[in-house]
């Protein structure tokens, strides 16, 4: 009895349904955001920094664009109240950032250990502030500053004690609280996932020679998520220097914050209280160097760091 074998049917290969195009067509939408959302602002920045709208006679006469040169930037190094904004914020960025690395951190440890009960609760009830927009939350708080509105200040003064948390000393400190409350979720998010790779059995082998939780954290956990923790650090870094939501909209209920009281909103004055976009851009192309200088320097210090941790070992 024989039997017939059934003819091989050849197998088709695929060459990919873009041909060569196909990789340039799924990077293409990232390049076009990229370009258009990133690139373009800064070019036309540097462009506008460069030209000055020249009136004459008297502003009746009309105006015209003229190339400036260096000249807006002479203007803006020149101009007290924006360079006085730029020591407002690093005093700012030296306390705030520290203090909230340090409580985002300590949350993350305590939430990857088996002593918290409810951990996805709390979890979110942490995270949840920051799903509230800045300008909302700085609203939110702005009446929790009021004397005449705050329950908090209300209880303090019937006990006492009269806190003005909008003074001119004091109103750094509440746009500080302000950006804690808000950040500290999604930083204690990041360096808790990070904390979900470090593989367990090293925690195990710590555990066989005797260390403890707090000497598994600060020897193990803590080196482990060290670039996590960079990018936190980074970001914060980043986003002090473009400080402006909480004090603009502080500024509605307190006086103690001027138009120019960070380099975002002076840059924001001059655009439109000055009526002078021109100096804005060079203002906003210098704020920019000035945070791309920081941070390199807070990369190199961290490569630095990191070297010679590892020729230590």
Do not use: C, H
Not at 43 to 51: F, H, I, M, P, R
Not at 58 to 83: K, M, P, Q, T
Not at 146 to 152: R, T
Not at 214 to 222: F, S
């Amino acid at each position: 009895m024989t039997s017939l074998a059934s003819p091989r049917v050849p197998r088709r290969r695929f060459s990919g349904a873009g041909g060569p195009w196909a990789p340039y067509l799924f990077v293409a939408p990232f390049v076009v955001l990229f370009i258009v959302f990133l690139v373009a602002p800064i070019v036309v920045a540097v462009v506008n920094s460069l030209y000055s709208r020249q009136s004459s006679g008297l502003g009746f006469g009309g105006s015209a664009i003229e190339f400036v040169g260096l000249d807006n930037f002479i203007r803006a190094f020149g101009d007290r109240d924006f360079l006085m904004g730029f020591p407002r914020v690093i005093l700012y960025g030296v306390v705030q950032v520290p203090v909230m690395m340090i409580i985002a951190a300590g949350l993350a440890l305590l939430f990857d250990t088996a002593l918290v009960k409810g951990r996805r609760f709390f979890q979110f009830a942490v995270f949840l502030p920051y799903a509230v927009p800045g300008v909302i939350a700085a609203l939110l708080w702005g009446f929790l500053y009021q004397p005449s509105v705050s329950p908090i200040l209300q209880f303090f003064s019937s006990i006492g004690i009269d806190l003005n948390l909008l003074a001119p000393g004091t109103v750094l400190w509440s746009i500080a609280n302000i950006n804690l409350w808000s950040l500290i979720g999604i930083n204690m998010i990041i360096l808790f996932a990070a904390l979900q790779s470090v593989p367990r059995e090293m925690y195990e082998a710590a555990r066989l020679d005797g260390a403890g939780e707090v000497r598994t954290a600060l020897q193990i956990k803590l080196p482990m998520i060290a670039p996590a923790i960079l990018l936190t650090t980074l970001s914060s870094i980043i986003g002090t220097l473009q400080l402006f939501n909480e004090p603009q909209v502080l500024q509605t209920i307190t006086s103690n914050i001027p138009s120019d009281y960070t380099p975002n909103m002076a840059i924001y004055a001059a655009s439109t209280l000055g009526k002078d976009p021109n100096l804005a851009s060079a203002m906003a192309v210098i704020l920019g160097l000035a945070t791309l200088v920081v941070s390199l320097l807070v990369l190199s210090v961290n490569r630095r760091t990191t070297k010679r941790a590892a020729d230590g070992i």
